[in-house]
């Protein structure tokens, strides 16, 4: 079964620190590049980040630049979202998402993000509030 797990989450104060985790199974997760994405309730799904199936292309939404490091462990077939002094507009649900190398390797090298309708799978998602 294909399937991206997430873990990690919680609620915070501002300039708290959490870290998000993704895992794989079914597939193998090093033909494609991961993506973190959070929505807000009553907002659309926005990007925050991005790296490619390589390790070696990554993309910051201008909002979390600075302040979130993606990273990911093919071995392992994990992906990690830390995220540092958080905010309050950080608050909302924590997506992780799969999308096929070629649709997104190219694009990163580019510093762009790879276009949401081109990810195959999707993490449960998990909550993150930010409230002091």
């Known amino acids: 079964q294909v399937r991206l797990v997430q873990s990690g989450g919680g609620s915070v104060r501002p300039g708290d620190s959490l870290r998000l985790s993704c895992a794989a199974s079914?597939?193998?997760?090093?033909?494609?590049?991961i993506g973190w994405f959070r929505q807000a309730p009553g907002k659309e799904r926005e990007q925050v980040s991005c790296?490619?199936?390589?390790?070696?292309?990554?993309y910051y939404a201008e909002s979390v630049k600075g302040r979130f490091y993606i990273s990911r462990d093919n071995a392992r077939h994990t992906s990690t979202l830390q995220m540092n002094d958080l905010k309050p507009e950080d608050t909302g649900v924590y997506y992780c998402a799969a999308v096929l190398r070629p649709f997104a390797d190219p694009k990163l090298r580019e510093g762009r993000a790879p276009e949401i309708k081109d990810y195959d799978y999707w993490g449960q998602g998990t909550q993150v509030t930010v409230a002091s």
């Open positions: 079914g597939f193998s997760l090093e033909y494609y590049a």
């Open positions: 790296i490619s199936s390589s390790d070696s292309s990554t």
